[in-house]
């Protein structure tokens, strides 16, 4: 499997998962253009809106380590059910790398690969505002 070792960071990654919550554990690995390896896991707080996701605490992680173009990111959970990011972490990665893939795991690794903008169709990229002058 062409992303089997980022499928194993991303479980390992769920393993720092902070759930008390809801229980449910997420991790995932974002892989960098640079070959790097970010992880996270998700995140939650009393005040719900304040927690955030696996794939964008990696995403944080990444960016703010100066990488911006990814070519894949796995995700996995304890869930018998694959899973997939959902639609905040899906805007959140198309700003960078809208054709990268995203392996979606269950807790058996058991996986599925579509590109972001498959999972994201007509997604908002900011270049709807743009205008042409003299209009």
């Known amino acids: 499997m062409k992303y089997e070792k980022l499928l194993k960071e991303a479980k390992k990654a769920k393993e720092n998962a902070y759930a008390p919550y809801s229980g449910f554990r997420v991790g995932a690995a974002l892989l960098g253009k640079s070959g790097r390896v970010y992880t996270g896991a998700n995140v ?16 944080f992680k990444a960016v703010s380590g100066g990488e911006r173009d990814f070519d894949a990111i796995a995700v996995t959970s304890d869930s018998d059910a694959i899973i997939a990011p959902c639609g905040v972490c899906r805007q959140a990665l198309m700003e960078f790398s809208p054709h990268m893939d995203v392996v979606t795991s269950n807790k058996n690794l058991d996986c599925e690969t579509e ?3 498959q999972l994201l169709p007509k997604a908002f990229t900011g270049k709807e505002m743009e205008t042409k002058s003299g209009s």
Do not use: G, K, Q
């Not at 809106?49 to 605490?57: G, H, P």
């Open 44 to 59: 939650e707080n009393a005040a719900y809106s304040v927690t955030c996701c696996a794939e964008r605490v990696a995403l």
């Open 115 to 117: 590109t972001l903008d």
